[in-house]
Structures are given as structure tokens and as C-alpha cells.
């Protein structure tokens, strides 16, 4: 089973002893029952959360990755989901071997909020792979703007470097930082050492 990163969230009590394997054992029917064309996989989808919540979204990306689902069942649930659910889908999208035309537009629509976990999940191997270098800079900055961590930023240190544009960028916003009398983030200097190495 893939390990996922999974996001928690601080308001829930700690799982009691034992709800993870408990959650594990229940994971395992589910996505077995999803791979075999199980039609209610999507109703275990929605109960992954109470169900595994010790797992955080590894549960909800290991049952789409076993259920394989068509692009629009895929922009259906991420469309229709929760903010949980749509940051599943976001992560598991590499696993479901969609056109860049279906995986696309929901790293987009990710990257147009200011929730840090959807930020978080966008920013992985599609983004990398499939956005142009204009929406991949501007995914960057968003990240830096809302305190994404850029460790996070799938092949970061590849796109960056020796990306003359991102460094004028992220000195552009060192500089509106510097000028607002706030802290420059230690990630902008990161990545702008990133822009300055030869391809």
C-alpha cells in the first residue's frame, strides 16, 4: 500500500489504541471490494473519513487508486466533494492515469484557493508535469504567499533551475516583502539559489 501524506486535522481526538489497525483491516475489504467493480465503492469514499480517520487521506487515495474510476467519475467527485475529498483525489491523481485534459483543470481550480491543503496536494506530479511554465511560476508563488512549504512542490529543484523568470519573480516578492516590513521567507531564498544553477 502507497504511502500517502496525509493530512490531519488538529480539532480530531487521537485515534484510541488499536482504531488503526481497526481502520487498516476495514481499508483492505474496501479497496478490495473496489477493484472487484464493487458499484457502492463510492459510498465507502465518503465514509473513508469516519472510518480511517487514524489514516488521514491515505485511506480516501488508496480506494480511488483501487477503483480506478473514469475522468468524469474523478471531476464528479472533486467537483462535488468535501475539502478533504477533493484534496484525495488531488493526491491521487498520478495513481489514475488520466489525459492531462481531465487531471488538469482540477490542479488548476486547486491553485486558484487559498486552502494550504489543497494548495499542498496540487502542487504534486501533474503540476509538474502538465502546467506551463506561467501557471507552474505562479503555483510557486502561491505557495510562498500562503506558507506552503515548497518542499512540497513536486520536482521543484528541476523546474527551477536556471529559470531567469522565477528569479525575477521571487525578487519581485522579496523586494514587496522587504518594502511591507515583513519576513522574506527562508523558501524564497531556497528557491532563488534553485533558479541560479545551470540547467
Do not use: I, S
Not at 480511517?52 to 471531476?75: K, M, N, S
Request: net charge neutral; with cysteine.
Amino acid at each position: 500500500m502507497t504511502t500517502v501524506h496525509a493530512e490531519k486535522d488538529p480539532a480530531v481526538p487521537r485515534p484510541a489504541p488499536g482504531a488503526e489497525q481497526d481502520a487498516r483491516d476495514w481499508l483492505a475489504r474496501a479497496c478490495a471490494a473496489a477493484a472487484a467493480g464493487d458499484r457502492d465503492w463510492e459510498l465507502r469514499f465518503a465514509e473513508a473519513g469516519r472510518r480511517c480517520r487514524a489514516l488521514g487521506d491515505t485511506a480516501r487515495v488508496e480506494l480511488l487508486a483501487a477503483a480506478r474510476p473514469d475522468a468524469a467519475t474523478v471531476t464528479r467527485l472533486y467537483r462535488q466533494g468535501t475539502t478533504v475529498e477533493r484534496r484525495a483525489v488531488l493526491l491521487a491523481l498520478p495513481r489514475l492515469d488520466l489525459a492531462p485534459a481531465h487531471g488538469t483543470p482540477l490542479v488548476e481550480d486547486a491553485l486558484r484557493t487559498n486552502d494550504t491543503g489543497l494548495l499542498a496536494a496540487a502542487v504534486g506530479p501533474c503540476a509538474a508535469r502538465y502546467l506551463d511554465a506561467h501557471a507552474w511560476r505562479h503555483a510557486v508563488l502561491k505557495c510562498l504567499f500562503t506558507g506552503v512549504p515548497v518542499v512540497r512542490v513536486f520536482a521543484l529543484a528541476e523546474r527551477a533551475r536556471g529559470d531567469g523568470e522565477l528569479a525575477r519573480m521571487l525578487r519581485a516578492f522579496a523586494d514587496e516583502r522587504t518594502a511591507a516590513a515583513r519576513e522574506v521567507p527562508e523558501d524564497l531564498r531556497h528557491m532563488l539559489a534553485l533558479t541560479e544553477e545551470e540547467r
